[in-house]
Each structure stands twice: as C-alpha cells, then as structure tokens.
C-alpha cells in the first residue's frame, strides 16, 4: 500500500510490484485496470477499464461487461439452512431526497427489468427486446401495497417493448388484454 506524490493517490501493489488498485484523488478513475473501474462520479464497472458503457439510453451507475458468460454475469447467492433464498431489490420513494420518505402512488413503477440487444444502429447501439415492470396496482397505505407485474414484448420490427401480460393486485391474469379490457 502506498502514496503515490503530491496527489495521494493510493496504490496496493502485490508481491510482483504490479498495481492491483489504484485509489486517484483527482478526476481520474479508481480501478484494477481491466477488471474494476471506479470513476469520480462514483459509477462502478467490473470487467473493463474506462468509463461505463451506455447502454439502453443511459450508463448504469453499477455495470458488469465482458465477452463471455463468465465475466458478465451477476450473481447472488446464498447459503442458509432455511427456505429463503438470495433477493434482488428494487425501492421506489416520491421523496426527492435519499432517506426520506414520501408514499408512491397508484400506477408508479417500482422496478422494471429490461433486456436488450445490440442493433448496430440505435444511437445507444441497443434495443429493447422486453421488460418485467412491477408497479402500484391501487392506493397504497402503511404496510399497504398494492401490486401489480406486467411483462412487455416488443413486435418484430420495432423497439417499444408493449404489455403482453398483467397480474394485477388481485391476482387476476390478463393476457393479450389491454387494461382497460374486462377480465
């Protein structure tokens, strides 16, 4: 471990004298250099140097690239001796400030997960194929949320992923229906 000059960088060197990561604290980023990267923004990249890739309109505050399944992949994984099993976690406030509360309203997305493919024309190079939305089906209340999951496909020909299927708050299964369809 050591500083680096007058700007204090911070480098962890390993037994060969190679920088294994490198903390700048000027604008440069922090990174093992192709495999983490940590801008001045604060934007994390696993598997490549450099800035984060956009992708889909906008560049993910947390990305994992790579050319293979091995080094583009997320995983979270658990081991317990009980039923439950690892969670992905979406949180969704009105509050415009980190930590304070303001209830959601009826037709707020909380999570969407989207997937998209590389169309070698879109200005973001990538288009979405579909997505699973969950959302507020109702008036919430305290510990009161209702909800909904649609999921979105996008036609052969376009980029606009359109429902598909909707489970609403009250368990009832609209598939190829509109919402405002009776059920």
Not at 79 to 82: E, P, R, Y
């Given at each position: 471990l050591t500083g680096q000059g007058s700007t204090n960088d911070v480098t962890i060197k390993n037994d060969a004298d190679a920088d294994v990561l490198k903390i700048p604290t000027g604008t440069t980023n922090v990174g093992i250099v192709g495999v983490l990267?940590?801008?001045d923004g604060g934007s994390v990249v696993v598997g490549r140097s450099g800035a984060p890739v956009t992708m889909g309109g906008s560049a993910a505050t947390l990305q994992s690239v790579g050319t293979a399944a091995v080094d583009s992949t997320i995983a979270a994984a658990r081991?317990?001796?009980?039923a439950d099993g690892p969670?992905?976690?979406g949180f969704k406030s009105r509050h415009?400030?980190?930590g304070?509360?303001?209830i959601v309203q009826d037709g707020d997305s909380l999570l969407d997960i989207v997937a998209?493919?590389?169309d070698a024309a879109s200005a973001y190079f990538a288009a979405p194929a579909g997505m699973i939305r969950f959302e507020v089906d109702g008036t919430p209340?305290?510990?009161d949320m209702p909800g909904r999951i649609t999921l979105h496909t996008s036609d052969d020909g376009g980029e606009s992923p359109a429902e598909r299927m909707r489970i609403d708050n009250n368990g009832q299964v609209g598939i190829g229906v509109t919402p405002d369809d009776e059920w």
């Open positions: 990267n940590i801008d081991w317990s001796a009980d969670r992905l976690i415009a400030s980190v304070s509360t303001a998209y493919g590389d209340g305290t510990n």
